[in-house]
């Protein structure tokens, strides 16, 4: 989707986390990959060019996950979290059903064959 005409942000860790979330979404957002944590630098960079846009993080339930979440807090606290069940670990390896099942309940349109694969696994 293009940058111009997404009204939401989705802040990921990896290149793995960008492509998954993107194939589940019907919204239009512009997922960014920080590839970890990032330089104050580049944060403010990409703070300048959220504009009045609705963003969100989701990153790993790791240590490296949570540093990224307390970088947002501190020079973005406006920007709303995300959170994979901690036995997942990354969200590149979490189901596809928990993920629509996040993205869902922040209000992002996920593909319905995506909430379906829950249900047809129980």
């Given at each position: 989707m293009s940058e111009e005409y997404a009204d939401k942000i989705i802040i990921v860790e990896g290149k793995s986390d960008k492509k998954k979330v993107l194939g589940m979404i019907k919204d239009?957002?512009?997922?960014?990959?920080?590839?970890?944590t990032?330089?104050?630098s580049r944060l403010d960079e990409l703070i300048d060019s959220f504009g009045d846009r609705q963003v969100f993080?989701?990153?790993?339930a790791d240590e490296a996950g949570e540093k990224l979440r307390r970088q947002f807090r501190r020079e973005y606290p406006e920007a709303e979290?995300?959170?994979?069940?901690?036995?997942?670990k990354e969200v590149a390896t979490a189901p596809y059903h928990h993920?629509?099942?996040?993205?869902l309940g922040a209000n992002i349109d996920v593909h319905t064959e995506f909430l379906e694969m829950g249900r047809t696994a129980q």
């Amino acid at each position: 989707m293009s940058e111009e005409y997404a009204d939401k942000i989705i802040i990921v860790e990896g290149k793995s986390d960008k492509k998954k979330v993107l194939g589940m979404i019907k919204d239009r957002v512009e997922v960014i990959c920080t590839n970890g944590t990032i330089s104050l630098s580049r944060l403010d960079e990409l703070i300048d060019s959220f504009g009045d846009r609705q963003v969100f993080i989701l990153a790993d339930a790791d240590e490296a996950g949570e540093k990224l979440r307390r970088q947002f807090r501190r020079e973005y606290p406006e920007a709303e979290h995300l959170y994979i069940d901690k036995m997942y670990k990354e969200v590149a390896t979490a189901p596809y059903h928990h993920l629509a099942m996040v993205l869902l309940g922040a209000n992002i349109d996920v593909h319905t064959e995506f909430l379906e694969m829950g249900r047809t696994a129980q």
